[in-house]
């Protein structure tokens, strides 16, 4: 069963939808940070900046909540679904944290629940359903393989690893979703088109539009506000809600964690030797290490040429340096098994 299934099963269920509020980019403190996500340009993540359970007690002593994200956006050649789910046992953590000085309020903030990942056109389709479910109707290891098969994200880098476990997160919701002890509270399905695919702020208040004023909604330090103006504005603390961002860089800084990075150790490692073999066998895996860079789906190309021009730069540096320090001294070594290989690897390349 796919996400578009289950979206429709709830929002044809009597179940009331919330009140649905894209932040205005002036409505949010960071607002001038906020613009296009372009295509082979920028990287995007949606980021759930914080869940609010407006009546804890009764949350905690009855039901668990379960926020549960499914992402649909193109990585490499084909679209790909990620589900993410920040359930009861990622939320007790928590809580641990405040003791006993749990406020009647919970606010839960700053999850990434899409990693981090290039942006390669034609949109994202994102749904998000906040779920009450009656405490103790499953067993807790039940709960936890799935929130564990979805914390995998928060352990990769590489959008293809943890697409090889999504399939468990969206069986076991799928299992869940016609049980009655299971109750979606508010959702949202929304699909951002290529041509208007913006970073921006959204709250899923679970409170109909006509209770309140939506454009005196205000984001500040990543939590919702509420009053005629920012500087003002209170916590909202009327009701259940969730607010999530669609960020974007044009950079990632965990280029060291993806699958191509040690043949930049290996382009360091020969090019730290001044010998003519080793800065030929430095040159071939630098030039190894920008096609990899370059059909890697996990880095943009501007990226992946930034980094290239980058990397040439250091390369250089660094033989530059190696050079030098071999006309201090006549230092003989004794050639290694390693010199051999490199070698013969050089000559068949000439052939």
């Keep these: 069963m796919t996400s578009e299934t289950w979206w429709e099963k709830i929002s044809k269920s009597s179940t009331q939808l919330p009140t649905r509020v894209p932040i205005p980019r002036e409505h949010v403190d960071v607002g001038e940070k906020l613009g296009t996500i372009k295509p082979n340009e920028h990287y995007f993540q949606v980021l759930i900046n914080e869940i609010y359970l407006a009546n804890y007690r009764e949350w905690f002593s009855t039901y668990d909540p379960m926020l549960f994200i499914v992402s649909e956006f193109n990585y490499g050649q084909k679209k790909e679904t990620v589900p993410y789910i920040v359930g009861p046992s990622m939320i007790e953590s928590m809580i641990e944290k405040y003791g006993q000085k749990a406020p009647p309020g919970m606010i839960f903030s700053d999850t990434r629940v899409t990693g981090l990942h290039p942006y390669r056109g034609d949109g994202l389709t994102l749904s998000l359903i906040l779920f009450q479910i009656k405490r103790d109707a499953y067993p807790r290891k039940f709960m936890q393989i799935f929130e564990n098969a979805a914390k995998v994200l928060d352990f990769t880098t590489m959008l293809s690893t943890y697409v090889k476990v999504a399939g468990i997160v969206l069986d076991g919701v799928e299992s869940m979703l016609n049980k009655t002890d299971v109750q979606p509270l508010i959702g949202l399905r929304k699909e951002f088109p290529s041509d208007v695919f913006e970073s921006q702020y959204f709250a899923l208040v679970n409170m109909p539009e006509s209770k309140f004023n939506p454009n005196e909604l205000w984001v500040r330090n990543g939590q919702l506000v509420h009053g005629d103006n920012l500087p003002d504005a209170k916590p909202y603390r009327d009701s259940d809600y969730v607010l999530f961002s ?106």
């Design 246 to 351: 669609i960020n974007r860089t044009s950079e990632r800084d965990d280029v060291e964690t993806l699958p191509f990075y040690p043949l930049w150790n290996r382009v360091v490692e020969e090019a730290r030797v001044a010998k003519e073999d080793n800065w030929e066998s430095a040159k071939t895996a630098m030039s190894n290490l920008y096609l990899a860079m370059r059909l890697s789906p996990d880095i943009t190309e501007s990226h992946a040429e930034a980094l290239a021009d980058d990397y040439i730069t250091k390369m250089q540096a660094i033989q530059t340096t190696a050079c030098k320090i071999a006309k201090l001294g006549d230092v003989k070594t004794k050639p290694s098994e390693l010199d051999g290989i490199r070698a013969k690897s050089l000559s068949i390349l000439k052939m």
